[in-house]
Structures are given as structure tokens and as C-alpha cells.
């Protein structure tokens, strides 16, 4: 899609000015779960409302909304049904983006994007200025956002984490470090695939804290162990194959340098950096990964998408040579690099 073909009229502006609507009326179907109701069939809004605890009328004019843009379908009795587009609000569709939306349309995204305009005039992140703290602090003292905010980071990874399987060889790994690695899906989903491999996710306390628990009710915890620990002081030694999704574009050019070079400490001649991040295409061909790193840029001091040639330069000051760049079908790039000198 060429920029020319996304429309040039005053009613083409008017919708993308008015998307936040939009994205708002999805996290309020997402926060009541509309589409797991919807799973068995067409059901009466009345129906809807009375599961939901909400007041019909006002159910109804959301849903109406929503499905004038195919986001569900409503017959001539206001029974509504489920569309391709509001299959991926089912709780257990997979890649379901239930729990992203409602992050979305949360405060913590809401009242930060309100003070773009001082983000755009300090360089400074709103989110700080809204809320006074950084998004990782504010998270660790606000348990219910922080848990929204790792479903939905899950949520988002099934579908990636499947293509990252499909299009790198992780064969011959017998250690897999997963640095800033979260609820370790990456990692697991990496050792159900190679059952001869085991592998470290290291992270914050508190999202260790909740991370390995959840990992240990489900029974997979055997080969992937979780550690606490701070990427900027250093990483755990020994592994073959180093992997930061999602990490480096959390921070600026200098925060960033300090992660990788404790990679590369930690590795061995033969060990294998995978930087696993959006990446910006050149010139005006449309990408999500602009708009994403719009958020970076309200969310986190420093916070940015890459283009491939800002992460080569990067890795290349952290002592690492890029060996290869493998596209993906979900919108993110996996960046192979070896260590050097």
C-alpha cells in the first residue's frame, strides 16, 4: 500500500482523527468480554447486557458502532454475532488481542497519550510527567495495571513467538539466555520445540516473582529457570544463544549500549546475540512499527524503534557484527549478531 491509497479527503482525516473513538468503544467490549459471550452464536444485546451487568440501550449503541466497521454483525432483530475481526477478541482465540486492548484503553495509556504535546516540546516522555514515575516503577507499585500490562505483552507474543520458531534454527543450543525475558513464553515455546536445549529468563524481581509461579503451576518449569537480576549490571555467563525481545527499544542509544555490552561479556567466542525488535522501514511506506514508536516515544525516556541501519551502528558500538537480518511474517525482525574483538 502506497500513501497515495489511503484517501486525500476531509472524511479520509476525519476517521483517522477519530480512531481513538474507535479503540475505545474495542477495549469496552474487550473489558466485558462481548466476543467470549458471542462464542456459540448470535445473541439478543439484551442478553448481552444483562451477562455484562450493563445498561442495554448504551450496549446497544457500542456494538451498533462497531459493527459498522465489521467489528462484529447485528441482524434486524439486535442480535449481534461474531466477525474474522472480533474473533481475535475471544479470550482463547490464538494471538487473541483481548487482552491488548483492554490494556489500550486503559489510563495508563489514555492519560500518557494526553500529554504528547509536552513530550513533542521537552523531548521528555509523558508518561513520567502524567504519572510522575517511569512505566517500570509505576508497574512495580501497581500490581493490577502490571498484571494487565503482562497479559497483554503475552497476548501479543503467541503468534510472534511461533514465527520466531518457524524462522530461525535454534537447533544445537544447549543454553538459552532470555535477557528482560518476561513470563519466559519466548523461551519455553523455544524448549518445547528442542527438547535437548535448556535456557535462563532473566528479569526485574517482581515480574520473576510472578513470572516462575504461573511457570510452575503449569508444569514447565523443568528447563527453563527464572532469575532475578538487572541487565544493566550484568547477565548470567555460559549460554550459546543470548535473545532480547522487545528489550533494546525500551531505552536510548547509551542505556542500550551498557545491556548489550553485558551480553557480550557474559558470552563465549561462539556464543549467538539474537536482538528480536520492530524495525522501521525507510522512506513513507506505511509500518505499524512508526505509529509503535510513537508510544516509545510517550512511554519511555529514550525509548525508540530502530531502522536496520541504527541497529547495526548500535550493536557494532557494543563490540557485535550483525551476520544476519531474518524478516518475519508478524511485523518484527530478528537480528542475528556475533560477538567480535
Known amino acids: 500500500m502506497t500513501n497515495t491509497e489511503v484517501g486525500s479527503t476531509p472524511a479520509d482525516l476525519l476517521r483517522m482523527l477519530t480512531g481513538c473513538w474507535l479503540s475505545q468503544a474495542i477495549h469496552v467490549v474487550a473489558r466485558l468480554g462481548i466476543a467470549d459471550l458471542l462464542r456459540d452464536g448470535a445473541t439478543h444485546c439484551t442478553a448481552l447486557a444483562e451477562a455484562t451487568q450493563t445498561q442495554p440501550d448504551a450496549l446497544y449503541r457500542v ?37 491488548f486492548a483492554v490494556m489500550l484503553g486503559g489510563q495508563e495509556h489514555w492519560r500518557a497519550w494526553e500529554g504528547i504535546l509536552h513530550t513533542v516540546k521537552t523531548g521528555q516522555p509523558a508518561f513520567e510527567h502524567v504519572f510522575g514515575t517511569p ?55 523455544i524448549l518445547e520445540a528442542h527438547p535437548n536445549a535448556g535456557g535462563v529468563v532473566v528479569d526485574v524481581p517482581h515480574v520473576v516473582a510472578r513470572s516462575s509461579t504461573g511457570m510452575e503451576r503449569a508444569g514447565r518449569s523443568a528447563r527453563c529457570k527464572f532469575v532475578a537480576g538487572d541487565f544493566f549490571s550484568a547477565v548470567p555467563a555460559g549460554g550459546d544463544v543470548y535473545l532480547l525481545k522487545r ?83 508478524v511485523g518484527i525482525g530478528i537480528i542475528e549478531a556475533l560477538p567480535v574483538g
Open 63 to 99: 456494538l451498533r458502532a462497531l459493527a459498522s466497521v465489521s467489528i462484529f454483525a447485528e441482524d434486524e432483530d439486535r442480535r449481534f454475532r461474531l466477525t474474522p475481526l472480533s474473533e481475535h477478541l475471544r479470550t482463547d482465540a490464538p494471538g487473541s488481542l483481548r487482552a
Open 247 to 329: 528489550v533494546i527499544h525500551d531505552w536510548d542509544d547509551e542505556s542500550a549500549q551498557r545491556i548489550l555490552r553485558n551480553c557480550r561479556r557474559a558470552m563465549s567466542a561462539s556464543g549467538r546475540l539474537l536482538l528480536i525488535e520492530p524495525i522501521i522501514p525507510p522512506g513513507n511506506e506505511p509500518s505499524f512499527n512508526k505509529l509503535l514508536d510513537l508510544l516509545l516515544l510517550v512511554w519511555y525516556a529514550g525509548g525508540r524503534e530502530r531502522t536496520e541501519i541504527e541497529h547495526e551502528a548500535l550493536l557494532g558500538s557494543a563490540d557485535f557484527k550483525v551476520s544476519r537480518v531474518i524478516a518475519t511474517n
Open 135 to 189: 512505566p517500570f516503577q509505576y508497574f512495580e507499585a501497581h500490581p493490577d495495571a502490571a498484571r494487565i500490562f503482562d497479559e497483554a505483552m503475552t497476548s501479543r507474543s503467541g503468534l510472534e513467538n511461533a514465527a520466531i520458531i518457524t524462522a530461525y534454527d535454534f537447533a544445537g543450543a544447549r543454553t538459552i539466555v532470555d535477557v528482560g525475558g518476561g513470563q519466559g513464553t519466548l523461551l519455553t515455546s
